[in-house]
Nanobody, 121 residues
């Protein structure tokens, strides 16, 4: 089983930046894509971004394209999400998960516990 632990959430003003980290331990998903999802109050969980294990390819939801950047450090088994130009609509609990296949996580995948991101206007 893979354990995923997110960190880096918090409260930030609109236009500000945050960097989320996701540390993986246990049986890591080498050669799989990893990703970030988010869930705002009263809404379904949605895909945010994903990165292939090599780091060569990245994928983003249209709502964050150009503002968020996903990256990884396989030596540290860590995935990052740099979030710039944050908007109040970005307020949500952010989850790290993997593997990501077609912007979704299969039943055998793993999820972190989530980290709260709150953007004030």
């Amino acid at each position: 089983q893979v354990q995923l632990v997110e960190s880096g959430g918090g409260l930030v003003q609109a236009g500000g930046s945050l960097r989320l980290s996701c540390a993986a331990s246990g049986r890591t998903f080498s050669s799989y894509s990893m990703g970030w999802f988010r869930q705002a109050p009263g809404k379904e969980r949605e895909f945010v971004a994903a990165i292939t294990w090599s780091g060569f390819s990245t994928y983003y939801a249209d709502s964050v394209k150009g503002r968020f950047t996903i990256s990884n450090d396989n030596a540290k088994n860590t995935v990052y999400l740099q979030m710039n130009s944050l908007k109040p609509d970005d307020t949500a609990v952010y989850y790290c998960a993997g593997p990501v296949v077609g912007n979704k996580v299969p039943d055998f995948g793993s999820w972190g516990q989530g980290t709260q991101v709150t953007v004030s206007s």
